[in-house]
């Protein structure tokens, strides 16, 4: 059973127009976030994190909201632009010695110009 | 910069054939982790190592074998290769100082095509 879901593969956008991507989970341990990018034929590479004790964290046009009472977390991205068309993974970990995250199926984000 | 590299980006190989994918990362780092990246599955992982010769089943092990032998070097071992291990394999590398999973740093990936 997928304990983080992103329940659409895909997503399309206008250029300039703000990217809201999804992430949803069911583990209630999960206390550490993560979003990752990735263009084909290259390996994902880290974007923004967010930790459980916060609601939101930004980094220029990107910013990760999480509601804690929901499980659910989104990455908005403002202005989208072209270059950000990519997969965006979602990951998840908890505390307690696990090295592991949890990955989400991704989504994949295509910015129209 | 952190730097993971992988010995190659484009790999093809006959069923039955053994083969091997080495992954070096430059940063010290404790933890060393092989994926496969499906269209629709995400990332699975196969196999996990948080030192020097220890190693972790991830997922999906089956058919597939590791080795760390240095801290630096990862190897991904494909016993006898089928076609349903043609996929796209990321290995990763992270700090293990924190004691959770840390932020992840990917190598480009091997494309393989087994025949």
């Known amino acids: 059973d997928q304990q983080v879901k992103q329940n659409s593969p895909s997503l399309s956008v206008q250029e300039g127009r703000i990217s809201i991507l999804n992430c949803d989970y069911t583990?209630?341990?999960?206390?550490?976030f993560l979003w990752y990018k990735k263009y084909p034929a290259e390996g994902p590479t880290f974007l923004i994190s967010i930790s459980s004790i916060k609601d939101k964290n930004e980094d220029g046009r990107f910013t990760v909201f999480l509601n804690k009472s929901a499980k659910h977390l989104s990455l908005h991205i403002v202005p989208s632009q072209p270059g950000d068309s990519a997969v965006y993974f979602c990951?998840?970990?908890?505390?307690?010695?696990?090295?592991?995250?949890?990955f989400g199926r991704g989504t994949s984000l295509i910015v129209h110009p | 910069d952190v730097k993971v590299t992988q010995s190659s980006r484009y790999l093809v190989k006959r069923t039955g054939e053994k083969v091997f994918l080495e992954c070096v990362q430059d940063m010290d780092h404790e933890n060393m982790f092989w994926y496969r990246q499906d269209p629709g599955l995400g990332l699975r992982l196969i196999y996990f190592s948080y030192d020097v010769k220890m190693k972790e089943k991830g997922d999906i092990p089956e058919g597939y074998s590791v080795s760390r032998e240095k801290k630096e070097r990862f190897s991904l071992i494909l016993e006898s290769a089928s076609t349903n291990q043609t996929s796209m394999y990321l290995c990763?590398?992270?700090?293990?100082?924190?004691?959770?999973?840390?932020?992840?740093?990917f190598g480009p990936g091997t494309r393989l095509t087994v025949l």
């Open positions: 990951a998840a970990s908890e505390p307690g010695g696990s090295y592991i995250p949890t």
């Open positions: 583990n209630s341990m999960f206390d550490y």
């Open positions: 990763a590398s992270s700090l293990a100082d924190r004691g959770r999973a840390d932020t992840q740093y």
